[in-house]
């Protein structure tokens, strides 16, 4: 049993180490709520963000403070009031709002300063700053009401943050925003984190959710480009507020040039390490380009196509290829890489006096079958075959026929076969030929 678990770890730790080199020396911008805050487990993300910092990933943390906001209205006998979904700041709110962000920074620059020994902390050394680095505005009078002290982004001390960052300080953020004139203001620390994230060219905004992650058909949805938000919003009028708030934010981060923005329910243990150290993730990548990318593959790829078919050649179910046979090969094949690792690869090897083309090497990674790579990689190859003039496509298959026959393939002859294609059938492995005529 031990030996189970020891490579079981060793492999978990090996795989997360391209995440590790990836992430050193870059700049992250996370925000969590008030009532991360105040759970009992705080403890265990701040755990978690240390990890971060010791990894050599700078850091800004931009909290929220609602939960403590109220409790502080509440021993006044005075409430907020909420007016079409935005928040009405009077004196008495902002002194609440004050002192709650106060309590709050204090508490995190707490936990930070632990270094007890036997614990998560032990060693850890990390140093916490604050400071006035949002400017502010009010919003003012919006249809007749006067939202009076809460206010919105107006600018970023930008050079500021860096300094800190540069000097390798943890950043500490609060929802609040300062007017030349010496006023304060409550701000969204949803709005806080995404102008931050933009204002110093982060490479990853990470918002960490209170309710569940974003699903379809009851998954977790793990990729949406902005536009592609912007239809979710219109399309699902089921969504709460704040998830709402922050797919908004997270969209509006990516086109003012944030790479990255991650939505990730806390609810999920380790959800902050799972996002960041697996290639899949817990939570909703928002970003400008689709996470997967489908290419042509380079030469630098051979190594990653042969890690994806060995297996399935050792098995029969691939012709064996050689890396120098792959290497020469290697401009007929296609591929999907997610986060640097190929993932999925197809190769098409065009016979154009017969407008002919064979489909060969498919291959899907077993952790992302059934998710529909094969077919994206399919309809690839027929797009380039149609565009070179190729009428129809043949594959030779010993244990795949039905997918393909499920996709337009119907059986054929070797007789059917370009001659110099069939030349090389090898008869002893008898594959199937199936064929499929292009529109």
């Not at 971060?52 to 021993?75: A, D, F, K, T």
């Not at 569940?212 to 938000?229: I, N």
């Not at 890396?323 to 090969?329: A, D, G, H, S």
């Not at 154009?352 to 399919?378: I, N, R, S, W």
Request: glycine share 8%; hydrophobic share 40%.
């Amino acid at each position: 049993m031990s030996r189970i678990v020891s490579d079981s770890f060793i492999n978990w730790f090996r795989a997360t180490s391209p995440y590790v080199h990836a992430h050193r020396g870059k700049t992250f911008v996370l925000a969590f709520s008030g009532q991360a805050v105040a759970d009992e487990n705080f403890s265990t993300l701040i755990h978690d963000i240390a990890l971060l910092h010791g990894l050599g990933i700078r850091l800004v943390l931009v909290h929220g403070s609602r939960p403590q906001i109220e409790e502080r209205l509440r021993l006044r006998d005075a409430e907020m009031a909420y007016i079409n979904g935005l928040r009405v700041t009077d004196e008495t709110a902002l002194t609440c709002v004050k002192e709650a962000a106060g309590s709050v920074r204090v508490e995190i620059e707490a936990l930070f300063s632990t270094a007890a020994s036997n614990s998560p902390m032990a060693g850890a050394q990390i140093r916490v700053t604050s400071g006035n680095f949002v400017t502010a505005r009010p919003i003012g009078v919006r249809e007749g009401t006067d939202y009076l002290y809460t206010g919105e982004v107006r600018r970023i001390e930008t050079r500021a943050i860096c300094n800190q960052l540069e000097s390798g300080n943890l950043v500490v953020i609060p929802p609040l925003g300062y007017s030349p004139t010496g006023e304060v203001f409550n701000l969204s620390a949803a709005d806080v984190a995404a102008a931050v994230a933009a204002s110093i060219n982060a490479d990853k905004l990470i918002l960490l959710t209170e309710g569940k992650s974003l699903k379809r058909s009851g998954k977790t949805l793990s990729h949406l480009t902005p536009a592609q938000v912007d239809m979710t919003l219109a399309r699902r009028a089921s969504l709460s507020a704040e998830l709402r708030l922050l797919l908004i934010k997270a969209a509006t981060a990516c086109r003012k040039g944030v790479k990255r923005v991650h939505l990730v329910s806390r609810s999920i243990e380790g959800a902050l390490l799972r996002e960041l150290f697996t290639r899949d993730g817990a939570g909703t990548l928002v970003s400008p380009e689709p996470f997967d990318l489908i290419r042509q593959a380079r030469i630098d790829d051979v190594g990653g196509i042969l890690a994806l078919i060995e297996p399935l050649e050792e098995k029969g179910m691939l012709v064996r290829r050689s890396r120098e046979l792959l290497e020469t090969e290697i401009n007929h094949f296609t591929l999907i890489e997610r986060d640097g690792t190929v993932i999925a690869c197809a190769a098409i090897f065009p016979y154009e006096k017969d407008a002919m083309a064979e489909v060969a090497c498919v291959a899907v990674h077993p952790d992302y079958q059934g998710k529909g790579f094969g077919d994206t990689l399919l309809q690839r190859l027929e797009q380039m075959a149609v565009q070179q003039g190729i009428e129809t496509l043949f594959v030779l298959t010993t244990v795949s026929s039905h997918w393909f026959q499920e996709r337009g393939f119907r059986k054929g002859e070797v007789q059917s076969l370009p001659m110099a294609r069939r030349s090389l059938y090898n008869y002893r492995r008898n594959s199937r030929v199936l064929v499929k005529q292009l529109d």
